[in-house]
Structure formats: structure tokens, C-alpha cells
């Protein structure tokens, strides 16, 4: 596997777990809560929301664009998510993680440089593996303050950059 591709998949797989740590040992009131409620831009998501989103944004750009498999991303359903518990975030989360973790390491050099098209974009793919990082950390970002806001001002806690796995 490629160094590259290495600190990229130990990055992915560590704001994964940390948004599955986040959201795994809450009740489902407070998987669904959101802080401000009501439609479009006026409104927030819930953590089960941005769980499932961040997984359907790791499947799409990882899995479909890159690895090349079939399309099955419903992005409006990802923010329709409502759950009872954490197990079917948990359970979609660990199902997009395998499949990251079985494509990745065949990802090439050509791979990274070659150019993709979507909705009349153009991209490499190391654009799409970046932003998946980017988008998770923005996502695991907004988990960490609606649970913040949820649980009175009592943080989730993360580990701090020189904890954390990624670097070479």
C-alpha cells in the first residue's frame, strides 16, 4: 500500500471511530434531539443524522467514485435518519469501515491523480480521499457541540492530534 494511502486510511478510520464512539452509548432521544428545529437552513441535524451522513459521505467518494462499486447513496434518506439506539449508526458505520478498509489499500498512484467527473465537477481522487477527511471532521465537529448542547454543556470528550493515529 502506498505511504499516502496509509496515513489518509488511518485518518478516515480514526474520525469514524470517533464519531461511532460519540454516538454509541446514547439513548435514542438523544440520537434524534436537535438543537434547533425546524426545516432547511434554519435548522440543525441530529447526531443520528450526522452519523448516518458522514458514512453515506464516506461510502460515495471511497467505495463508489473511487473503488468504482455500484451506486446506492440515498443522501436524503441519510437526513431523514431516526433511530431507537446507536446500533444501526454503529452497524452502517462499521459496514462502510470494512468496505474502506478492503478498497483503500488497492488504491494506486494513477488512482490518486486520475480525474473523476461528478454532477459536472472535476476532481482527482486524492481531492475525494481529502474530502472525506474534511468532511468528516467537519461533521464529527457538529456531533461534538449537539452533544455538548444535549448533555448540558458536558462534552463527549476527543482525543487531542498527538493521540491520534494518521501521521507518517
Known sequence: ?????QAYLNLINDLRGQVG???????GD???WRPVEGEGDHATNSLAVMAAHAAGGEAF??????????STRNREAEFATGVESAAPLLARLEEVGEATQRLMPTFTAEQLERIYTH???DFTGRWAILHVIE???????????TYQLWNSGKGAGSPRWFERPGRL
Not at 21 to 27: G, Q
Open 1 to 5: 500500500m502506498l505511504p499516502e494511502i
Open 61 to 70: 467518494w471511497i467505495g463508489e467514485v473511487i473503488g468504482g462499486l455500484p
Open 135 to 145: 468532511h468528516t471532521s467537519l461533521h464529527l465537529g457538529h456531533m461534538q457541540i
Open 30 to 32: 438523544a440520537l434524534s
Open 119 to 121: 454532477n459536472n465537477y
Open 21 to 27: 464512539k460519540l454516538v454509541a452509548d446514547l439513548p
